[in-house]
């Protein structure tokens, strides 16, 4: 069973940035793909963005597309989110989940870790 721990989250000001990390447990991280969600208060969770198993791939809400990069590091089981000019409308908490798949024409996540709050104000 993979384990993902989630960090990086906190307080910013809009047009901030964070950067997110998912460490993930186990030896077989490199073998499939990863991805990020988000769930604000009073609103079911959401597509962020995944990464294929390589990181040649990936694929992005269009609600993030330009400001989020999702990338991931095989050697040290990590997955990262950079997020940049950050809005009031990104404050959720951000889960990062492992996807079925090695590739991620869609994506489909098969485990999840806590979540890390992240808060825009303005």
């Known amino acids: 069973q993979v384990q993902l721990v989630e960090s990086g989250g906190g307080l910013v000001q809009v047009g901030g940035s964070l950067r997110l990390s998912c460490a993930a447990s186990?030896?077989?991280?490199?073998?499939?793909?990863m991805g990020w969600f988000r769930q604000a208060p009073g609103k079911e969770r959401e597509f962020v963005a995944a990464i294929s198993w390589s990181g040649s791939s990936t694929l992005y809400a269009d609600s993030v597309k330009g400001r989020f990069t999702i990338s991931r590091d095989n050697a040290k089981n990590t997955v990262y989110l950079q997020m940049n000019s950050l809005k009031s409308e990104d404050t959720a908490v951000y889960h990062c989940a492992r996807g079925n798949t090695k590739v991620v024409i869609t994506f489909t996540p098969v485990s999840w870790g806590q979540g890390t709050q992240v808060t825009v104000s303005s």
């Open positions: 186990g030896r077989t991280f490199s073998t499939y793909s």
